[in-house]
């Protein structure tokens, strides 16, 4: 399994960024996804997870609303778009297999996950 997570960088609040994971090594178009996120000083945060097909998505309450998650399967990506970004969104951002948040914490906790993106919210 690679994931390959990108796209992130410094924007002031109020604005948007669209994170990437490129995947390889399995099947990806059955496979259920999630981004998760670290905060420095914080613990592990599941911030959102999309189905197989795409048309299943959850989110957290802290980013209801503003942030997007969607997949290609023909490209084997996943993404996220984060609209009205907040500073307490700075983090880095990992993409991980699974759904819930307990199965992509699960997940992520076996090192199913790539480098990481990372995002930070300034003015």
Known sequence: VQLV???GGLVQP???LRLSCETSGFYFASCRMSWVRQAPGKGLEWVSGVGSSGRSTDYAESVKGRFTISRDNAKKMVYLQMNNLKPEDTA???CTQG???ERALQMFGNGVRGQGTQVT???
């Open 121 to 123: 919210v300034s003015s």
């Open 14 to 16: 109020g604005g948007s």
């Open 5 to 7: 997570e990108s796209g």
């Open 99 to 101: 759904y819930a948040e």
């Open 92 to 94: 880095v951002y990992y």
